[in-house]
């Protein structure tokens, strides 16, 4: 009977110290596929779109408030089950997204909850679209890099001129990207894998990135899409 005790009891400890771990590697790993999923389904909108108008996303006009950009282009092939008065009507008054830093609020344009309980919200950024997505919905930690990453929509034709990236934003093709862009506009998911984690570029993956505001941590989301759609050991946003 003792020994049934000894064993149970260090079957206690063992179980106890590695569920935490195990909790922590579902959660992640059902962030990362809602992640890719919501990126999946922001193509085919705007494929969808594409092919029912005969247009490129060229065309897209970008000029159009944040809530008519979407109710054109992607709220008809969206599942949505509410559509948010404002961006804390989204987190139904419980905390608000923040950035990697976790001091500056998260500010949307124009948001909404799909039928699955996540939030999809966009914000007009420098001639382009870029969406947050929640990807655990209001309940979550909501932080940039932990449940909350964005897409950028860059539309080539208008983005206009910015100095010293003419010759750059020439090359620049017109999608949707997983975490948002660097540069001259040159997506994050065309860096390399030491510039995303590192600080050496504005709005990386990192708490201490240059420009920490409520964009910071815009990379995280190329680098999980780098990585094979997971988050590796050294993913600094758990």
Known sequence: MAEVLITLGILG?????????????????????ALEKMYTTLMQAANTYQALNEVYITDFDTSLSAKD??????????NISMVCKDDKDCWEGKRQSKAIDQTTDIKLDYGVILADGRILGVTKHNGG??????????????????????????NARTLGTHEGCENTMKTLQSGIYPGSYGACFIPFTSYSREE???TSIHRSCNKNAQMVNSMSGDACAALIMQDGWEMKKDYPAW
């Open 13 to 33: 400890v063992v179980i106890a110290m590695t569920l935490p771990a195990l909790i922590q590697q579902y959660q992640k790993r059902e962030i990362t596929v």
């Open 69 to 78: 950009f979407m109710e054109t282009y992607f709220n008809p092939f969206l």
């Open 129 to 154: 679209v870029l969406f947050f997505f929640d990807a655990d919905g209001p309940s979550g930690f909501n932080r940039s890099g932990h449940d909350i990453f964005n897409y950028f929509l860059i």
């Open 196 to 198: 995303l984690l590192g």
